[in-house]
Nanobody, 123 residues
Framework: QVQLVESGGGLVQAGGSLRLSCAAS????????MGWFRQAPGKEREFVAA????????LYADSEKGRFAISRDNAKNTVYLQMNILKPEDTAVYYC????????????????WGQGTQVTVSS
């Protein structure tokens, strides 16, 4: 079993930045692709970004390209999401996820979910 705990969310003004962290415990995440999803009020959970197990490949939703960056430190068993130029429409609960590959993560096939961290962007 893998436990995922997100942190780093909060309230930020539009145009600002936040860095989310996802700390894993229970077992190493070095063999898992990792990803971030988000869910805004009244909307379905959607894919944000994913990174392969060896960090050699990253994938982003179109609306996040150029603003968000996913990274990982397997030695620390941690995944990050750097979010820049934040917009009010980025307001959501952000979830960390572990899966077999980036291709399966992007369609929502997830082995483990975190509990989420709230990000609120004010205009």
């Amino acid at each position: 079993q893998v436990q995922l705990v997100e942190s780093g969310g909060g309230l930020v003004q539009a145009g600002g930045s936040l860095r989310l962290s996802c700390a894993a415990s229970g077992r190493t995440i070095s063999t898992y692709a990792m990803g971030w999803f988000r869910q805004a009020p009244g909307k379905e959970r959607e894919f944000v970004a994913a990174i392969s197990a060896n960090s050699g490949y990253t994938l982003y939703a179109d609306s996040e390209k150029g603003r968000f960056a996913i990274s990982r430190d397997n030695a620390k068993n941690t995944v990050y999401l750097q979010m820049n130029i934040l917009k009010p429409e980025d307001t959501a609960v952000y979830y960390c996820a572990a899966g077999r590959t980036t291709s399966t993560l992007i369609v929502g096939t997830v082995d483990y979910w975190g509990q989420g961290t709230q990000v609120t962007v004010s205009s």
